[in-house]
């Protein structure tokens, strides 16, 4: 089990720009995928973006060429760069482990979860 803490959430403007972190305990980061999904007040989780072992990157429509996700695995983090934030993006941010390393967008395949970290944009 990996236990993972996210960062770096807060209230921004619309337009503005976050840089979420998730720190990974173990050894075994670098064969991890990671994944950010997010939950709005009265809506299901929803896949944000992902990032298999090798880097390979997927990202939901409602975010893409927005957001940019990134690992350094000498650092055993995750990121998530958020830019042109918009009001609806506003929601609880969870970075997620998955054990095998290809990156995934469903919740269900991913082993372990961090405790999230609140990011609201104004309008």
């Known amino acids: 089990q990996v236990q993972l803490v996210e960062s770096g959430g807060g209230l921004v403007q619309t337009g503005g720009s976050l840089r979420l972190s998730c720190a990974a305990s173990g050894r075994t980061f670098s064969s991890y995928a990671m994944g950010w999904f997010r939950q709005a007040p009265g809506k299901e989780r929803e896949f944000v973006a992902a990032i298999s072992w090798r880097g390979t990157t997927a990202y939901a429509d409602s975010v893409k060429g927005r957001f940019t996700i990134s690992r350094d695995n000498a650092k055993n983090t995750a990121y998530l760069q958020m830019n042109s934030l918009k009001p609806e993006d506003t929601a609880v941010y969870y970075c997620?482990?998955?054990?095998?390393?290809?990156?995934?967008?469903?919740?269900?395949?991913?082993?372990?979860w961090g405790q999230g970290t609140q990011v609201t944009v104004s309008s």
């Open positions: 997620a482990a998955k054990r095998t390393g290809i990156a995934a967008t469903q919740d269900t395949r991913y082993n372990d």
